[in-house]
């Protein structure tokens, strides 16, 4: 029982840079795996990052590693991911999401157990 709400999401030029938050509330006095997912106009929705409980380890979609960088701080709960160089292809709406199990796996939407409402990102060329 933890809701997500996500926030930072706008319209940015490429080459550009975006910071998304997402802040939990509910039974935050447990910590959650936390993922960035997206998903773009007629698209399915993808993954982009996630973090492990303590912060130690992070995994990433190929397509945003080196630009983009999750993070999180337990004792506010939240979880942000800063987006740099930003391409018209990282236009989507993004999701924040928990899961309750172990880590690894990550990049499937089926594994997690809550989610935000989703941030609009779009990308301008």
């Known amino acids: 029982q933890v809701q997500l709400v996500e926030s930072g999401g706008g319209l940015v030029q490429a080459g550009g840079s975006l910071r998304l938050s997402c802040a939990a509330s509910g039974r935050t006095y447990i910590t959650y795996v936390m993922g960035w997912f997206r998903q773009a106009p007629g698209k399915e929705r993808e993954f982009v990052a996630a973090?492990?409980?303590?912060?130690?380890?992070?995994v990433y979609a190929e397509s945003v590693k080196g630009r983009f960088a999750i993070s999180r701080d337990n004792a506010k709960n939240t979880v942000d991911l800063q987006m740099n160089t930003l391409k018209p292809e990282d236009t989507a709406v993004y999701y924040c999401?928990?899961?309750?199990?172990?880590?690894?796996?990550?990049?499937?939407?089926?594994?997690?157990?809550?989610w935000g409402q989703g941030t609009q990102v779009t990308v301008s060329s």
């Open positions: 999401a928990a899961k309750t199990g172990q880590f690894i796996p990550v990049r499937s939407t089926e594994v997690y157990d809550y």
């Open positions: 973090i492990s409980r303590s912060g130690g380890v992070t």
